[in-house]
């Protein structure tokens, strides 16, 4: 099993990014997918997830600005992310569910990808 994160980088505040999580090793059909991230200095927080059957939430702070998606055949889930702000700047870490269910939260996750790097400036 295996999650690689792709996408982060510098972007001004109101911009936008596309996360990407490649997985391989097991069918997103079959397993959750779940969004974190970690800002210096605070604690790694859930932000979205999507799972095997395709539902989908979010935390509180990003609603109607991300969208999780993904594509089955490529096996890959992303985060597209849109009026960024400072308190966006984190690293962002995928992560696979046990099983076919998410949560936007611990506790269900037992894989997870290195993380990418997203900074908002002001």
């Known amino acids: 099993v295996q999650l690689q994160a792709s996408g982060g980088g510098l972007v001004q505040a109101g911009g936008s990014l596309r996360l990407s999580c490649a997985a391989s090793?097991?069918?997103?059909?079959?397993?959750?997918i779940g969004w974190f991230r970690q800002a210096p200095g605070k604690e790694r927080e859930g932000v979205s997830c999507i799972s095997g059957g395709g539902s989908v939430a979010y935390r509180d702070s990003v609603k109607g600005r991300f969208t999780i998606s993904r594509d089955i055949a490529k096996n890959t889930v992303f985060l597209q992310m849109s009026s960024l702000g400072p308190e966006d700047t984190a690293t962002y870490y995928c992560?696979?569910?046990?099983?076919?269910?998410?949560?936007?939260?611990?506790?269900?996750?037992?894989?997870w990808g290195q993380g990418t790097l997203v900074t908002v400036s002001s």
């Open positions: 090793g097991f069918s997103l059909d079959d397993n959750g």
């Open positions: 992560a696979k569910s046990m099983g076919s269910s998410c949560r936007v939260g611990f506790g269900i996750y037992n894989s």
